[in-house]
């Protein structure tokens, strides 16, 4: 059994163990894309987790007991869950496999065992064009130390029942047993600027543009809506600018290395007010997400930052791309649904052309 993966040792028969999060950023690692290295806690881990505790059928016992019109007991049975998840250990082979592969990514990049990371959920289900989990489980960021990386493992897994991934769940009809959690443990990134492109314009479907939200410092700001991103809407084919809107940044988050967390400050009127965004850079996101549509053979909805611990021109990273899915269903509204678990995205990773229908 796997339970840690590093993302540049996979194959594409190992996807299915990473959950759509760490499956995208292993195969875009394999294609040589600038990911952050990182490894991937499998869902074998998160299985062994559930066999070894005991606690995978009282889980899913007080999951089929609830009365879905009653908010009140799905948020009292779902905290009662997550706390058991989070108060619980793991089994002994899975926290020695993170401890090790924890250790192995602080010597590739120099730290002594004190590498900040993000800690990120990848469920099975996310990603995929019939099934939005994205954004439901939740990510950590500037995470240092083994002991920590192992809580914020656990809750990750924990994530997983949420009042709000649940009811989603019921509401879908999905089997709660078929979805799996991995998690992704990635060098943390010193974002100067980070946000979304997608290969395609959101509001009409418009494939020969690229559109670009970017803002100050870690996407936290822009994928939370805290504030209105500069936009840039781009020609693929030409490669320049058609339109640029630029707001006020107001606030930024990022990476505090005395306290070891992210801090979330006030950005000068003067700087709120600038492009986040080079004229140079804006074309290298959209040179890197024609890379990727290219790659996966389908629009995608990227994140990517600029890390400021990076020399210029080598410090745009990709941080995730997933299948663009409001068009797309559009246009598949009559294709059959993906089948539950990895199937459709795995297949779209081994098969790019499996995406398109």
Known sequence: MKHTLFFKETTPDDYALLGGKGASLASMTNANLPVPVGFCVTTHAYEAFLRDSGHGETIFQKVASISFDNVAELDAVSEKIRQLIVASEMPTDVQESIKKSYQALCELCKADNDLPVAVRSSATAE???????AGQQDTYLWVVGEEAVLEYVRKCWASLFTSRAINY???????ENEVLMSVVVQKMVNARTAGVAMTLNPTNGDRSTIAIDAAWGLGEAVVSGEVTPDNYLVDKVMMHIV???IQNKHIEHVPDKVSRRVLTREVPNDRAMQPSLTELEVKEVCRMAKIIEKHYKCPQDIEWAIDADLPDGQNFTLLQSRPETVWSQKKTATAPAFKMGM???V???????????
């Open 343 to 345: 199937e459709g995205l």
């Open 243 to 245: 339109k640029a809107t």
């Open 169 to 175: 769940r019921r509401d879908q009809k999905i089997v």
């Open 347 to 357: 297949g779209s990773l081994i098969n790019p052309l499996a995406s398109k229908k």
């Open 127 to 133: 990603d995929l064009p019939d099934a939005s989990f």
